[in-house]
Structures are given as structure tokens and as C-alpha cells.
């Protein structure tokens, strides 16, 4: 890793708000606009790690709360890290476990100091503030670190969402220092801040503005893909990533389906992380070119046809959707291993032809395609 910088961000090409380029770190390149595979308790579920790296993936990311809860953060550090403990060598992104917030609403208590809950394994008592979250992360030995943050969801009053950005705008300050505290940037860490506002576009100006006083090496456009909708969270995108810093990247948090991922490309965004390709794969659901298809199906009993016929994975280029349609009825541990590693392979394929419409500035005539055969079906 000497020689290689800390984090450098470097835009190749843009299209339109569309760009496409390159993060540098000391553990490697992640070409963006990039999708990273959600691998939450320190493993991307049914999948090897150089099985995720064949399929192109440049990062993955890991989940803080998970992780703190089990192994435990203190327990992976004496092991070496998350990168040795899980065998991936290249960048990982870790959250905050500011999204927890919301989705353990019923356990969680959110105060000034942070946020206070109850485990969803066992019921002992925590509490994560933004000190607790670098530390747990700095434990980890992640790549990019994530500011502790507050989602509440876009559904709120405005009351509620004008307390959780501004609450949000001084854990971010809060994250700053401690992780500056930490020593992070020595150990080639980068940390960044999250916009919070939910739909509201003054709201979310004025959080890109606290963030951009406080200084971070990149932003994200949080609370996002929380049940408002495409339509609205396009709405949102139209603005929420141009008031933030051009030359940082721009990363979509919890995002998404396969044309969210291409309508965000097209207003700005460079990364984006979701469970969907792996969830999915393991109940059914492939996905292809001309949209996604349920492999439970019956008609699929007796198709020799490979999931994809336009999709260079080994699974396409190996088995037929009757075998898959059979492991997967079967409750065969196989059948949800080829599943998701089909669809990682086709969400890496779509950022790579994603980049490559970037840089050959024909992303428009791209996106229609793709929404025209992905939606045909």
C-alpha cells in the first residue's frame, strides 16, 4: 500500500450531471459510478470474497451496528481487522449505524449524546454516539468511514425533519473530531459527511453547507430510499447532489434498483450500496436486461435458456433457468449461491456500461435503452 495515496478523487468524463472516474486509496482504485455489494455481518452473503471481486466489484461495504453487536468491534480488531478477518483485501465502506436509528425506532432512544438501544439479538443496552461509531469503525479498519447521522423518514413533520438535519449537522462535527482524534488519516482512512433534509431542497442546502464548512473527503444523499417513491426521490436528486462539492464523490446511500441506480447516475451520483441483488438471489429473483424475472416460476421448470442470455457470468455461461428453477424450489443452498452471483455480476455489469456511456458521452441514449428493454417485459 506505500506510495498509494490516502483518498484522491479524479473525474475521466461527464455527460450531462453524469460522471465517471476514480477513487484512489491505499488499498486500491474504485472506478465510479460504483455499486458496492452489501456484505453487512463481514461477509456478502452466499458469496466468496474473490468470487465478488471476479464479478467487478471494487469495494464492498460492512454494517457497524451488526458488526458491533457480533462479532464485536474489539473482537476483529485483535483479529487483524475486517480485512483479514473476512479475506477481502480491497476497500471496505462501513456505515455508521446512523440507520438504525430509524429502522429499530421501537428499541432506540435518540438524545443529544446519541442513540440508545436495545440489542435485537440478545436485549443488552447499548449506546452509539458519534465518538462510539469512529471508534467502532477505526476497530474495524475500514476504508471510508461514515459520519454518525440521524434519519428519520421523509413522511415526518417538518418539525421532526428541521431537528434531525440539524442534530444530524452536529454529530457530523462531533465525527470530525474524533476521528481526526483517532488518528484515521495516518492509518489511510477517509471519512464522509452525510446530507440529511429528506425532500425539502432548502433543508438539504442548508445541510451541504454545514457539511462543506466542516470538511469531508466525500458526501452522501441520505434518507433517501425509505419508501418515498422514485418519482420523489428523483425530485429530490434533481438537486440534492449539485449542492454538494463537485470534486468529492457523491454516494447514494441504500440505492437501489436497477434503474434508481441509472436515473441517479444521470442527475450525479458516483457510489451506491443495496441489499437487493443479494437478498434477491436468495428468494428467486434474477435479474436481467429485460427487467426481473422470479426463477419459483413454474414456466421456468423446463427453459434450457441461461438466466441472462447477454450476461458473461459463470452461472449464464453454466446452468439453465430449469436447474436454477429447481435448486430454488428445492430450498438447495446452491441455488441461492448462483442466484446472487448472477445478479452481482449484472449490477457490476451495469455501472461498467454505465462508465463506459459516461466516458463515450452517450449516457442518454444509454438509459432510454436500458429503461425501454428493462421495462419490456
Not at 456478502?44 to 469495494?59: C, F, L, N, Q, T
Not at 442513540?115 to 439479538?121: G, I, K, N, T, Y
Not at 447514494?252 to 437487493?276: H, Q, S, Y
Not at 438447495?332 to 448472477?342: D, K, N, P, S
Request: with cysteine; net charge neutral; glycine share 12%.
Amino acid at each position: 500500500m506505500s506510495g498509494r495515496p490516502r483518498f484522491a478523487f479524479s473525474i475521466s468524463a461527464t455527460d450531462g450531471a453524469a460522471r465517471a472516474g476514480t477513487i484512489s486509496m491505499r488499498r486500491g482504485d474504485i472506478r465510479t459510478p460504483a455499486f458496492m455489494p452489501v456484505g453487512t455481518a463481514a461477509t456478502v452473503k452466499a458469496m466468496k470474497p474473490e468470487d465478488v471481486r471476479s464479478a467487478g466489484a471494487d469495494i464492498i461495504l460492512g454494517n457497524t451496528y451488526h458488526l458491533m453487536l457480533r462479532p464485536g468491534a474489539e473482537r476483529v480488531a485483535r483479529l487483524g481487522g475486517l480485512h483479514a478477518f473476512m479475506g477481502w483485501d480491497r476497500p471496505i465502506l462501513t456505515d455508521s449505524g446512523g440507520y438504525q436509528v430509524m429502522s429499530l425506532s421501537e428499541l432506540a432512544k435518540v438524545s443529544e449524546e446519541g442513540v440508545a438501544f436495545r440489542s435485537h439479538l440478545d436485549g443488552s443496552k447499548h449506546m452509539i454516539s458519534p465518538e462510539r461509531s469512529m471508534e467502532i469503525q477505526r476497530l474495524l479498519g475500514s476504508d471510508i468511514v461514515m459520519a454518525f447521522d440521524q434519519l428519520v423518514p421523509t413522511t415526518s413533520t417538518r418539525e421532526e425533519q428541521v431537528a434531525a438535519m440539524e442534530r444530524s449537522m452536529r454529530w457530523a462535527g462531533r465525527s470530525r473530531e474524533a476521528f481526526d482524534k483517532g488518528g484515521d488519516h495516518a492509518s489511510g482512512a477517509a471519512l464522509f459527511g452525510i446530507q440529511q433534509g429528506a425532500l425539502d431542497e432548502g433543508l438539504r442546502r442548508a445541510s451541504a453547507e454545514a457539511l462543506t464548512g466542516i470538511g469531508f473527503d466525500g458526501y452522501a444523499v441520505g434518507g433517501l430510499a425509505v419508501g418515498e417513491g422514485q418519482e420523489a426521490m428523483f425530485a429530490c436528486l434533481d438537486f440534492a447532489p449539485g449542492q454538494l462539492a463537485a470534486d468529492r464523490p457523491r454516494y447514494l446511500m441504500g440505492v437501489g434498483k436497477p434503474d434508481d441506480i441509472v436515473g441517479a447516475v444521470e442527475r450525479g451520483i458516483d457510489m451506491f450500496d443495496c441489499v437487493l441483488p443479494t437478498r434477491s438471489g436468495r428468494t428467486g429473483q434474477a435479474f436481467t436486461r429485460a427487467g426481473p424475472i422470479n426463477i419459483r416460476n413454474a414456466r421456468f421448470g423446463e427453459d434450457s435458456a441461461p438466466l441472462d442470455p447477454s450476461c458473461p457470468c459463470p452461472v449464464c455461461a453454466s446452468w439453465s433457468r430449469a436447474y436454477l428453477h429447481h435448486l430454488v424450489r428445492s430450498g438447495e443452498i446452491l441455488g441461492a449461491m448462483l442466484m446472487t452471483e448472477h445478479n452481482i455480476w449484472f449490477y457490476q455489469g451495469l455501472m461498467n456500461d454505465l462508465r463506459a456511456a459516461i466516458s463515450e458521452r452517450r449516457l442518454a441514449a444509454f438509459a432510454a435503452g436500458f429503461r425501454a428493454q428493462y421495462g419490456a417485459r
